[in-house]
């Protein structure tokens, strides 16, 4: 099965890797640490579309981008979430939160414009995040 990353995903963020499951992406905005997950998985668009065999794998990649986000950024809150209200294919939020952020304490989604990411604090990002994520 070949897999396809949505083109709405695939413009908003940076690769960073492919787990056993997910591939990993970076949210292009500055603003948060953002981390998205997306099963490898033609055809997935909530949970309960993930193979009994392949959960185990989905929520220890969840909680392996959590720890890696929370280590990397000494986050307050770590916020996880799957809506796919405007992008359908299945993908997992994994959002470091600190008290007096742009958006704190609402969900990110409507608080402002992003602001990207210069290419070298990308750069650097993605590199520490692959190291984390090696786990």
Not at 42 to 49: E, K, Y
Not at 69 to 78: F, P
Not at 87 to 112: C, N, S, T, Y
């Amino acid at each position: 099965m070949t897999f396809h990353l949505h083109e709405q995903l695939a413009a908003d963020t940076y690769t960073v890797k492919d787990l056993a499951l997910c591939r990993v992406l970076l949210m292009n905005d500055r603003r948060f640490p953002w981390a998205i997950l997306v099963p490898r998985r033609d055809g997935l668009r909530d949970f309960h579309d993930v193979a009994p065999a392949d959960k185990p794998a989905f929520h220890a990649e969840i909680d392996l981008a959590s720890d890696a986000l929370k280590r990397l950024s000494s986050a307050h809150k770590m916020n996880v979430a799957a809506l796919g209200n405007m992008v359908p294919q299945l993908h997992v939020h994994v959002i470091a939160r600190f008290e007096g952020d742009a958006a704190w304490p609402k969900p990110v989604w409507g608080q402002g414009a992003a602001l990207p990411y210069e290419t070298a604090e990308a750069e650097e990002l993605i590199e520490a995040l692959r190291k984390e994520l090696r786990g």
